[in-house]
């Protein structure tokens, strides 16, 4: 008998040792997991009962707000007044679907959870006023905002602005965009029935953040890179090529023409400001290798930008295969695998801009409690350290020639000196199709905005290219920008 009671005893104490150990590996090991995961409806009734941070532009203008419902349940409704506007920088904020963008990566921020606890906070919930999060205020201004998606007039496409020395995103913007509200609502059916017909929308593919997200190739955008390599590494400015029509790198039987069946040549300025092909993809045929991967990554290429949102890398050929001079030949005119975000083209002209130093771009200016006093600011930070001041420097004076009288013309303000550089890269099956491109910054001499202009799919012929198209965006959007900041 005593045998059995001792078993029995054994086993119980057992089952609670199992019970033990689950139980502290719940509390320890899986609790912020289990506390945030989607189905959790506690969690997500909660956040619904408290007041949500609002999301502002730097001029004041509401970007998103919850507001008070009747709902016994889901106590607030988040709204977004400005709606397709902004609605890649805030995301969404969707019972059914979850959060995205500054709505996703700001989330314990604006439901009062980030970790700044002001004396106001502690007052207000003493008194049983609750628990409110924090306004995030935008660099972005309204304004400069539509003068960059009325620039670009419903095509497909994306503007991304930024100051050149903080980083703080000026315009952010991928077209065409979705209305946010749709995500929001408290319908279920509703919400379901936005969703699908976001997603059917294969042509427009609202819901993906071209500025950020999209990677396409550059064309002659890359150029700037390709020369900055070649001044980083004792390759003189003064480097000359005779005219040429096509140029035919060794070890390929494949041809590289100019743009329309032209000829060029001379030194690098005169390269750039006509978007030479054959001069570039000659010179970066005859560097030695490595460097042109190298000066890419040194602007960011192949790694994630810091930006406070979700964002992915641009890319680079295979390191084996730019050993080959005719694939380093078309790398370096920013066509074969090469690919970049708008995001990153916007950031290889602030790194020209701010004498060689490559900023971290941020959408969120500032932090506020729920009295509006700055509880967190963001700070100027260099992400690369892209080329040296001299190097910036012969570059900026290049892209000023570009726009002054090459291919970005049309980018010029009448009274500013602006720098700028053009791209068209071919696409689709048989080349049909192209994506135009200008990066720019200007006041040359005292830059207060960096720009890149995308524009997808810009179809054949002569007129789609990046000076005609995508050249006079920039210039609507720097027009804006002058407007507002008074350079």
């Known amino acids: ?73 889901l106590k607030s409704l988040r709204t977004y007044p400005k709606a397709e506007l902004f609605a890649h920088a805030t995301g969404y904020y969707s019972v059914r679907y979850g959060r995205e963008r500054l709505e996703r990566s700001y989330n314990e921020e604006l439901t009062g959870e980030g ?29 400069v905002q539509e003068a960059a998606t009325a620039a670009l007039g419903g095509r497909k496409g994306s ?18 965009s979705f209305d946010p509200n749709t995500l929001s609502q408290h319908s279920s059916e509703g919400q379901q029935a936005a969703w699908v017909a976001l997603n059917e929308d294969e042509e427009n593919r609202r819901l993906v953040n071209r500025a950020s997200r999209g990677t396409y190739p550059p064309g002659s955008t890359f150029k700037v890179i390709t020369v900055a390599a070649a001044l980083e590494n004792d390759i003189p400015a003064s480097t000359s090529f005779p005219p ?25 300025a005169d390269a750039l400001t006509v978007s030479c092909n054959t001069y570039v993809a000659r010179l970066a045929a005859e560097m030695p290798a490595g460097i042109l991967e190298e000066t890419a990554a040194n602007f960011g290429f192949t790694e994630t930008p810091p930006l406070d949102i979700s964002s992915v890398a641009s890319r680079l050929p295979d390191s084996d295969e730019l050993e080959s001079p005719a694939f380093r030949a078309l790398a370096s005119i920013g066509q074969f695998s090469v690919a970049a975000t708008p995001l990153q083209m916007a950031l290889v002209a602030a790194g020209i801009a ?48 570009v726009a002054a009288s090459g ?49 997808e799919g810009a179809g054949p012929g002569s007129d789609e290219t990046g000076g005609r198209v995508a050249a006079p965006m920039v210039r609507q959007v720097l027009q804006a920008h002058r407007n507002v900041a008074g350079w």
């Not at 689709?428 to 491109?437: L, M, N, T």
Request: hydrophobic fraction near 40%; glycine fraction near 10%; charged fraction near 20%.
């Open 354 to 401: 701010n004498d060689g130093k490559v900023p971290a771009p941020k959408l969120v200016k500032q932090i506020e409690d729920a009295r509006g006093a700055v509880v967190q600011q963001t700070e100027p930070e260099t992400w690369k350290e892209a080329v040296s001041p001299q190097t910036a420097e012969t570059i900026k004076e290049m892209m000023v020639n």
């Open 159 to 176: 503007v991304v602005a930024l100051d050149p020395v903080s980083g703080q995103i000026l315009a952010f913007v991928s077209t065409p």
């Open 1 to 73: 008998m005593n045998k059995q009671i001792r078993a029995v005893g054994f086993t119980m104490l057992i089952l609670f040792g199992i019970v033990f150990v689950n139980l502290t590996w719940l509390q320890l090991g899986r609790a912020e997991q289990l506390a945030n995961h989607p189905s959790n409806t506690r969690l997500l009734l909660k956040e619904y009962a408290l007041e949500r941070g609002a999301i502002r532009s730097v001029n004041g203008d509401t970007l998103a707000v919850s507001v008070p419902t009747p709902d016994e349940q």
């Open 244 to 268: 040429a029509k096509e140029y035919q790198p060794a070890q390929t039987d494949r041809v590289i023409r100019n743009f329309g069946g032209s000829t060029c040549g001379g030194d690098m």
């Open 407 to 455: 291919t970005a013309r049309a980018a010029a303000l009448p009274g500013v000196e602006v720098a700028a550089k053009t791209g068209t890269a071919q696409t689709g099956e048989g080349g049909d199709e192209s994506i135009a491109w200008t990066i720019a910054f200007a006041p040359a001499d005292n830059p207060r905005i960096a720009i890149a202009v995308m524009v």
């Open 115 to 143: 970790g700044v606890v002001t004396m106001q906070d502690l007052g207000d919930r003493l008194l049983g006023k609750g628990k409110k999060g924090d306004t995030l205020v935008l660099s972005i201004d309204t304004s």
